[in-house]
């Protein structure tokens, strides 16, 4: 995550704080270099977000060997377990929850299926309640020390966290509102897509890109001179406009069309016989991941499949660079890595084409957990915005398991005074 700039913020206790996120650990001369302040002000500021539960003073500079002349500076540090962070990826068929510290490490991880009853809102909400519950309950931590959720879903998202009743009822269903689903805290829900972005943008410091999640429909996160684009309804980056671009035809992910042409390749009886991907079929395998690999193995109809997925990914590709004058297209999800192939063809199509500017296509090394990477920053740029608006747990409230281990590797880190960027 790129490193956070101290601003000048309403109060010296917020700017001080601002400085305890950006650094591991600080004196009052570190907090006065780096905001502005008087050394009296930092210090009436240290003292107020010690009471808060914000930071906790750490050993002092004499201690680990940075003072040795006169009176030791008291050092101080950020408290990560002060509260935490949960982002959930709440796709229609699978729900993944994280829980991390204040630094966006991750004390626990849970995931949810809502079975056969996807649509069902009364189902949805309670597999994404439970799943929260049993990352924050394998994390050791109570509740109430939940600052912010971010709920990733597969759906536009306007500004007030609502989607329109639109896509036949799928969106409303996808995003039926998440209010009190973690008990505590501030509740934000995202749409997926955008938070991929975030993801990708957090770890690449890319300007201008889309991240594409590609797997059962295509998404798009734009991000475009650094800023992620919302659209007045929260609907930009949708792909319906894909249904009307010739070779493309609807807004179907490269997992879903790859089980769609094996299916049509069986009924058309293409599918020879003692051939890899006959293999895979009568195991009763024909998703996007029996493809490429019976593509590796040379099937003909596997390949065959590949090169028509790479077409359809390299128009998909024009669409958004001739749109968004972008630099990279990021496929993002479970189906980045094994789609290799996939994205090798489109390059060379796309090169072929001679359309210019050429966006690049990569993919990306977030994986599955791609959104709820993207959650959890999302997460932390909240609490981060606005702390002290922010409730913290009262003194007594479980703030995890905490072992010997765990305790020296604080220490490090906290004894480290170069700024880091968080693992998120």
Known sequence: MPERRVTVRGSSTETVLDHAFAARAFTATDAMHATG??????????????????????????????????????????????????????GQHRVTAFVTDLRGRVLARAEGAPGQADLDLTVRRATVSDTIARALSSAGVAHERVLVTTIGVPAP??????????????????????????????????????????????????????????GERFGTGLVVDGRLLRGSHGGAGE???LSMVEGVGSADGLGREAAALVRAAGREGRIAPGTPLAAAVRAG????????????????????????LGDRLARVCVVLASLLDID?????????????????????????????????????????????????????DVVQDHPLSLQLPTEGTPAGPVTADAVRTADAATDDAVVAPAPV
């Open 37 to 90: 302040l008087t050394r009296s002000t930092v210090l009436a500021a240290c003292d107020e977000l010690v009471r808060l539960g914000w930071i906790r003073e750490l050993r002092d500079a004499r201690a680990v060997g940075q003072y040795r002349i006169g009176r030791p500076a008291k050092r101080y540090g950020l408290d990560e377990r002060a509260g935490v962070v949960v982002g959930v990826d709440a």
């Open 157 to 214: 998202v306007a500004a007030d966290g609502s989607s329109l009743p639109g896509d036949g009822g799928y969106w409303a269903a996808m995003n039926p509102g998440f209010d009190g689903v973690t008990g505590h805290g501030r509740v934000v829900v995202e749409n997926d897509a955008n938070l991929a972005a975030v993801a990708e943008r957090d770890l690449r410091g890319d300007a201008s890109f889309a991240a594409l999640l590609a």
């Open 239 to 241: 792909m319906r406009v």
């Open 285 to 308: 395998h024909t998703d996007a991941a029996a493809v490429f690999a019976a593509a590796r193995d040379a099937d003909p109809v596997a390949l065959d499949i590949v090169e028509r």
């Open 328 to 380: 990279r297209v990021v496929v993002a999800g479970a189906i980045a890595e094994p789609a290799v192939a996939v994205i090798e063809h489109a390059r060379t199509l796309l090169h072929g084409w001679s359309l210019d500017p050429l966006p690049e296509i990569v993919a990306s090394t977030l994986g599955a957990d791609v959104v709820v990477h993207g959650a959890i920053a999302l997460a932390l």
